[in-house]
């Protein structure tokens, strides 16, 4: 089963996911066999089974969703807040390097908010609100682009120094090259 961009299910994937289990559970009643409820319903015999062995324990009730695995713990107005933090950069919150890393977001998130977070929790935070991992291209502020170009023309061919003369060799270790 492949999960939404953010993780997790969609509350009407929820909702479809237990009309299957609650179809499963009726014909549990009628003593159908689980492959072929596995089959009509489109799901792996494996799941069927786990779900007849629950129907057997606790009947359709315990077929039901449990809801969302987790309330949100951010709202959609304070992850705006959060943004807004971010947009002023590192600086304003006294890195001295303009890098967001996860550990960082998760200070600006306790001290702003006064919630804790760990590593994955605001990884998963921000990716379900749309936020992806991006490494800067590594450039030094003081580079010199026609230094570069000057050294790339003069030193580096010094450097490098003259290739050997192409002669004629052999692959074998053991024996050398005929004269």
């Known amino acids: 089963m492949r999960y939404p961009q953010g993780g997790g299910l969609t509350a009407e994937r929820h909702l479809f996911r237990e009309e299957l289990r609650l179809q499963a559970a009726d014909r549990f009643a009628r003593g159908e066999g689980s492959t072929s409820i596995a089959k009509d319903l489109r799901v792996s015999v494996r799941s069927v089974r786990r779900w007849r062995h629950a129907w057997a324990e606790g009947g359709p009730r315990s077929l039901r969703s449990q809801g969302l695995a987790s309330l949100?713990?951010?709202?959609?107005k304070q992850f705006t807040q959060l943004e807004s933090e971010l947009a002023k950069g590192p600086a304003a919150h006294?890195?001295?390097?303009?890098?967001w890393t996860l550990a960082r977001v998760r200070t600006v998130v306790g001290r702003r908010f006064h919630l804790t977070y760990t590593i994955q929790g605001v990884?998963?935070?921000?990716?379900?609100?749309?936020?992806?991992?991006?490494?800067p291209a590594r450039r030094a502020m003081e580079r010199n682009d026609d230094a570069v170009a000057g050294w790339v023309k003069e030193v580096w061919p010094r450097a490098e120094g003259s290739r050997r003369p192409v002669e004629p060799g052999w692959s074998s270790?053991?024996?050398?090259a005929s004269p």
């Open 173 to 176: 270790r053991t024996k050398p």
């Open 94 to 99: 006294g890195w001295e390097d303009q890098r």
């Open 72 to 76: 949100l713990r951010l709202s959609e």
């Open 123 to 135: 990884r998963k935070l921000l990716v379900r609100n749309g936020w992806f991992c991006q490494v």
